[in-house]
């Protein structure tokens, strides 16, 4: 392939998922790579719609939160983000991260909403390892399973999580908060649940496999380490 070939093929590229071609702003200079500028402008619509589409399929309540503010919101974020994968979570993440600096650059209501994506798309990678099952660690150790997904959040975001679509914009206080995420074993849905800060930080050690031993002086621990097998929090090699 010739470099001439292949720039041509970036151009192109890179006038699809800009804006101009997108919303149709600007100069689509469309004769420039051959084509008919109309249907540059309709692949680019096409295209933006399946990205959004993904990026909704991850994060529905955050996207619903923007209110009337999304249009301008999904403007700039196709401005500075140009996509970077067809993956649902890479382009869901790339949203969120955007909304992230967004809300860190200008404090915006409501100011849990990062907190809230952080969240489904914790959610969307757990629904994902689905098929993970567990695999012994070495003999005498323990280790956190590994579809297990662990979120702090600067909000506590329950009121929101259980509040409908309807009820949107709910109140989440301003309070740090920890939260496991797991798929059961026969469900079709993770679960989350919210956990004491102690908890999160003895998980967050067991990244990997670790000698049982290394808690003997914990009271208790024993008990411990069998109610964190039973819910599927972690993985035990006797």
């Not at 989350?192 to 800060?197: E, G, L």
């Amino acid at each position: 392939m010739s470099s001439s070939l292949f720039d041509r093929q970036r151009q192109l590229l890179e006038h699809l998922t800009s804006s101009g071609a997108i919303f149709g702003e600007g100069d689509l200079f469309g004769d420039a790579f051959g084509f008919y500028s109309g249907i540059l402008h309709l692949e680019a619509k096409f295209s933006h719609r399946k990205r959004m589409e993904k990026i909704e399929g991850v994060l529905p309540r955050t996207l619903a939160l923007l209110g009337a503010g999304r249009d301008a919101i999904v403007r700039a974020f196709v401005q500075k983000c140009a996509p970077t994968s067809i993956g649902y979570l890479d382009n869901a993440r790339q949203f969120a991260d955007f909304l992230g600096a967004c809300w860190r650059e200008e404090p915006r209501e409501p100011a849990y909403l990062p907190d809230l994506a952080a969240f489904e798309i914790a959610y969307a990678a757990v629904r994902g390892k689905r098929e993970i099952r567990p695999h012994a660690p070495q003999v005498g150790a323990i280790r956190r399973h590994p579809a297990l997904a662990l979120l702090r959040t600067e909000h506590d975001i329950t009121a929101v999580l259980e509040a409908s679509l309807a009820e949107f914009p709910a109140v989440a206080e301003r309070r740090e908060t920890y939260f496991a995420l797991m798929m059961p074993e026969g469900e079709s849905a993770p679960v989350a649940h919210k956990i004491p800060q102690e908890l999160f930080r003895l998980l967050e050690l067991l990244d990997d496999s670790m000698p049982a031993e290394e808690f003997a002086e914990v009271p208790d621990m024993d008990a411990i380490i069998g109610r964190l097998a039973e819910r599927g929090y972690i993985e035990v090699h006797g």
